[in-house]
């Protein structure tokens, strides 16, 4: 459907990348590229009543930062749309804008306009800008054959909280294009195979996924969970042997090897603890 | 509430102006200003369920051009968050899609990306950049005593049609700083007398109308319909006594002078069609 839509805008030159990735790429000076991405949070879709409406305010501004860290650049300013239902406390109003101000003071972002709006069910859509050095721009598309796949966290269970609390891999990402050279990146928003798929279909190649080296969170209920649940927010990416080894060494933080692209594709398959490998499928949280 | 969540959040020195104003104002390069905005749209508030879903794509992209246009400036990008009921069809998408992409089209927008999410009723935000001279940027905040106020169109009735179907009046905004000295400007969303108000606080200043000036439409209702209520999305500008003149000649468009600005404040008043000064309130379109 997003394909579907996309197709139909007509983009000028000083549009880089459009939509497809996790950030629009826009043409901004000499040196740098800025980045633009969108993303919107229904109740009962994306949290519940329930939540604490602090952490719903992080959540809201944590997945745009995650989308700016996902194409190595550093995010600057931001806008937030609000729909509030008619029976909406101040107290609760002024918690959300609380959740989003910290996080934007801790990241250096401008929270700099927004609108509010009447809504059935509570809605918040940040629109976030960012900028990235042109060489250090990484997208889903630039994958290439016998790069080895990396997380930088492990998977799985975000359901049971981490999905409202997660810090975005914004430092991560920085240092991983500050040291070495990542071919392709993504974040894990809609589970590891769903996300891997962008980067596969992109580059038009297939990866290799071993089960024994996919870290688990202590709350993910098992392979699958990590697999194919959403919300993750870790960053996905791929570089290639020789970077990898360097990368794999790092002291800073911890990547986890997970997996390697091989030719062809797109296609996914799966190594088991037996040593069986077998063909997977991308599956993961949508919508519709 | 708008401004005391806008108060929680600090700002640094490559903001020129955050919230309060139609856009934000972005350091950019030595010549030009950014300039960022959102609007956000909610059937059963700002459309219904039986408008044109190819009218209702056209108003959410159509609000931010507007304001990019009060800023004086030219919209160059935007991004789409689509709030869609589990039950929406193929057809309807596409008509919402189609009334974003023709518009953005027409005026060389560049729809960069988006975000579909699962929402009870159908939600748009549309988030919008664009560029602006600094020498030609036009504020709020920068009435000044002895201006002429104003506006671009006829005023009033605009929920029989006119707000799903408005031009926006970024050719008459660019005319304008191109040919002559706007001291303040804002597009009408909320109303005459609410967003006159607004310059009018944000410049500490007062504002004398004269009704026999105000401009009405053909489904105005009359004078009450075109001071209190929104959407219209004309402009409403303020400039010298001596610019005003060059404007009122202008051949291209026709503005029309509806009252001046005066000291102290702020303060509103109407000369009524018998001569009688009377002070008014702002009111318009209220959310809650």
Redesign the interface.
Known sequence: ??KK??S?????S??IK??GDD??V?KF?SKMRQL???????E???FTPRDNPYLVGRKALAISISDIAACAGIP??A??????P?NST?SR??KI??GI?EL??RY?I????????????L?I?V?M?GVVEKKKLCLRSTARKEDIIFVSGALGGSIKGKHLKFEPRLKEARFLVRHFKVNSMIDISDGLTQDLWHILEQSSLSAVLYESLIPLTKEASGLRDALYSGEDFELLFTASRKEAKKIFAAKSYKFFPIGEIVSGGPGLSLVDKRNRQIRIYPKGYR??
């Open positions: 459907m997003i839509l996309a139909l805008f007509k983009l000028d000083t549009v459009g939509s950030c629009a826009l000076n633009f991405t969108c993303d919107m949070i229904v009962g879709v994306d600057r300013h806008v937030v749309s609000l729909g509030l008619r101040v109003i002024s804008a609380k101000s934007a003071e250096g401008n929270i700099v306009g927004g609108d509010i709006s009447s809504s059935p069910r809605t859509d629109s800008l919508h519709f």
